[in-house]
């Protein structure tokens, strides 16, 4: 199997017969013409190989699966419109109504708001285990209905890390799989299915996209969960479209893929373009060199904000002094991702403070991409949640995120201390005001802000 840096820019490539084209070309084409009646019909049937129509097959994205899949050392992989079309993919796949997930606290907002708003209107039953780290509590809160464990390998924007492979064993030990969201890891810092998840999701607009412009999201299956032995009737038993037969029997070990592409992706139709593949494809072959200097440059800046004394937390899993460096150490020994946050001690006067002085860092709402960003998380992406849910999962007033780019560690730590600068001249860490409390009973994600992709 070749090295990381070799495969981002090889696997999975299919060379172009017609024209020796060396870059897989966009197949921008809403449907692939049949040569006669007979090859339409074994198109459709499945005995002949071939693409019919774009929204179930394009060379261009199974270009892009391979490569992830790949990547991920996986077995395969489909590939949709964003990263939030892929968790939703990837989850209903596997569950149906009646059934129950159970998460990780700790998850990106969007997801949360697509388990609490999306799928409980589905009839699926969530919970969250409070603190993820502890296995216990994974163990005790799965029911006889829970039929997936879920989780992020570093969780957006907290950087608490995942045991990928102690929650693993818990899944493994109740007969379901693991589903892990590797978006700011990557596969290049870290490879969930070594650790036993049996299927790892992205949000391919971040890193792997990379360069801010395009949305994708990509679903692999690991293959290492036992499909034939599971407790999902709808890949085990007799299914109509099949003639009875079930998808375990008509596809074997790539049950979940054939099911989750033909009847979930497919049907829901959460399509990637295949211009975006192309795009996606272009960014994941120098993922391991902007994701290596990204992290390097995050650790340089978090270090830096530690050393600030209006600066009373950093979250970022490289600094010794975060809660999950052990796990870091263990599970992201390259690197520990480019995402983090720190809290001002002024509270929300002085974030907004800061937040208007940086003139490098763009005010925006986004991951990943090559250019710097600054989010207030509590005044926008997690404005919608109860006051309490967010202390409780770290999302103070004060608190600032970081997404840092490829620009110079130098750069950006001057626009830093811009906004540090700021803080001081107003003379003050008293905060002067909160972030509205909704005031809701319940922690619920509103349809605008799930909408508006945060
Ligand atoms: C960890 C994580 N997963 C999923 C998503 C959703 O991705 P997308 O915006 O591509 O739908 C995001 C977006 O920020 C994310 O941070």
Redesign the pocket.
């Known amino acids: 199997m070749p090295e990381f840096s070799t495969a981002q820019v090889h696997a999975g490539e299919a060379r172009d017969a017609a024209h020796g084209a060396r870059v897989t070309p966009i197949y921008l084409t809403a449907g692939f013409e049949f040569d006669s009646f007979a090859q339409a019909e074994g198109r459709f049937g499945g005995e002949e190989k071939g693409y019919t129509y774009s929204r179930s097959g394009n060379p261009t994205t199974a270009a892009l699966e391979r490569r992830v899949a790949a990547l991920e050392h996986g077995r395969e992989a489909i590939a949709v419109?964003?990263?939030?079309?892929?968790?939703t993919v990837a989850v209903l796949g596997l569950v149906q109504a009646g059934d129950h997930i159970l998460s990780a606290q700790s998850?990106?907002s969007?997801?949360r708001g697509l388990f609490e708003n999306g799928l409980r209107r589905l009839g699926i039953d969530i919970e969250f285990v409070d603190d993820p780290t502890d296995l216990d509590e994974w163990r005790r809160r799965v029911r006889p209905n829970t039929r997936t464990l879920f989780g992020?390998s570093?969780?957006?924007p907290g950087n608490e890390i995942l045991d990928i492979e102690g929650v693993a064993t818990v899944a493994h030990e109740n007969g379901i799989p693991f589903v892990v969201?590797n978006?700011?890891a990557t596969p290049y810092l870290l490879r969930p299915g070594a650790y036993g998840a049996d299927i790892v999701?992205?949000?391919?607009?971040?890193y792997l996209g990379g360069h801010g412009s395009t949305?994708?999201?990509v679903v692999v299956d690991q293959g290492s969960y036992d499909w034939a032995a599971s407790p999902f009737e709808h890949l085990t038993g007799p299914d109509a479209w099949l003639e009875g037969s079930s998808y375990v029997q008509e596809h074997g070990a790539a049950a979940y893929t054939a099911f989750t592409r033909s009847v979930i992706a497919s049907l829901f139709g959460p399509v990637l373009s295949p211009l975006n593949a192309f795009l996606i494809q272009q960014g994941v072959e120098t993922l391991s060199l902007r994701v290596q200097r990204q992290s390097d440059t995050a650790l340089a800046v978090a270090r830096w904000l530690e050393a600030q004394p209006e600066v009373v937390r950093v979250d970022y899993a490289g600094l010794e002094s975060h809660p999950a460096h052990e796990l870091a150490l263990r599970y992201l020994p390259r690197g520990q991702g480019a995402?983090l946050g720190f809290t001002l001690a002024g509270g929300i006067a002085d974030a907004e403070r800061f937040y208007d002085a940086v003139e490098l860092f763009s005010r925006m709402?986004?991951?990943?991409d090559v250019r710097s960003l600054i989010l207030h998380p509590a005044s926008t992406?997690h404005a919608h949640l109860h006051r309490d849910l967010r202390e409780e999962t770290g999302i103070g007033d004060g608190l600032l995120r970081l997404s840092i780019g490829l620009e110079d560690a130098d750069d950006l730590i001057d626009d830093l201390a811009r906004g540090i600068a700021a803080v001081k001249a107003a003379d003050t860490i008293v905060p002067d005001r909160i972030v509205r409390d909704t005031g809701l009973p319940e922690p619920i994600a509103t349809d605008a802000a799930v909408a508006a992709?945060?």
Request: aromatic residues 2%; glycine residues 20%; without cysteine.
């Open positions: 419109g964003s990263g939030q079309a892929a968790i998850i990106y969007g997801t992020e570093i969780a957006n969201d978006t700011l999701v992205h949000s391919a607009s971040k949305l994708g999201g995402v709402t986004h991951i990943g992406t992709g945060r």
